[in-house]
């Protein structure tokens, strides 16, 4: 079975404040992919990110960064300098390589940017 | 770039009435999956199609059915609805195993 955890239910920074998202997964294969998906107010999935098992290194993507860490089974988001605009909901979710390709997600974390 | 395209984006049923949700994929995409997402939830996967047959089953109540079309459109049936079908139904497609998924806008069923 694969589980995906966002300890963080709800996250509140002011404006310019750097924050981190974490996710957590548990998995038995030893090939699967991680995603991270936005959710702003108006409903849409967004993706952000994909990232296979095998590709450690870190990404930087603007002000968005990733931090994939497979000794702790982590995939942590960081955003920079963070803006209104990035109030949202973020989930983290795992896709295992065989036939069950569906996405299994985290419970998401709000994040709140307060002018 | 052509996206997913769900309709209706919204639509609002009485109870045991039945609801018909649609999706277009992404041209030459292989795979639909349809999500479940409830008010403060995650999405949780119903159900999905690779090259139209039914490829895997998630927790999908018996109510509810699905196919993919020759022109790869998959359709979602919802019959006898309940209170608590009311949720945003996602439809993504994806062009392989080793990609990513692109969602639609969601459609949001109201069930009264």
């Known amino acids: 079975a694969q589980k995906v955890t966002q300890a963080q239910t709800e996250i509140s920074v002011v404006e310019k404040e750097d924050v981190t998202l974490d996710c957590v997964y548990e998995?038995?294969?030893?090939?699967?992919?991680l995603f991270w998906y936005k959710q702003p107010p108006s409903g849409e999935l967004v993706f952000l990110i994909r990232r296979n098992s095998f590709d450690e290194q870190n990404e930087i993507s603007g002000r968005y960064s990733w931090n994939f860490q497979k000794s702790t089974s982590s995939f942590n988001f960081t955003i920079t300098a963070s803006q209104v605009v990035d109030s949202a909901v973020y989930f983290c979710a795992l896709r295992n390589s065989g036939s069950a390709r569906q996405l299994t997600f985290g419970s998401g974390t709000q994040l709140t940017v307060l002018p | 770039a052509a996206g997913v395209i769900q309709s209706p984006r919204h639509l609002i049923k009485e109870k045991r009435e039945t609801a018909t949700l649609k999706c277009y994929p992404i041209?030459?995409?292989?795979?639909v999956y349809w999500y479940q997402q409830g008010p403060g939830q995650d999405p949780q996967f119903l159900i999905s199609?690779?090259?139209?047959?039914?490829?895997d089953k998630g927790s999908i109540p018996d109510r509810f059915s699905a196919q993919q079309f020759s022109d790869y459109h998959s359709e979602l049936n919802m019959s006898s609805l309940e209170l608590g079908d009311s949720a945003l139904y996602f439809c993504?497609?994806?062009?392989?195993?080793?990609?990513?998924?692109?969602f639609g806008s969601g459609t949001r069923l109201t069930v009264v």
């Open positions: 998995t038995r294969d030893t090939t699967y992919y």
């Open positions: 993504a497609s994806s062009p392989g195993s080793n990609y990513g998924y692109t």
């Open positions: 199609f690779y090259e139209k047959m039914q490829s």
């Open positions: 041209p030459r995409h292989d795979t």
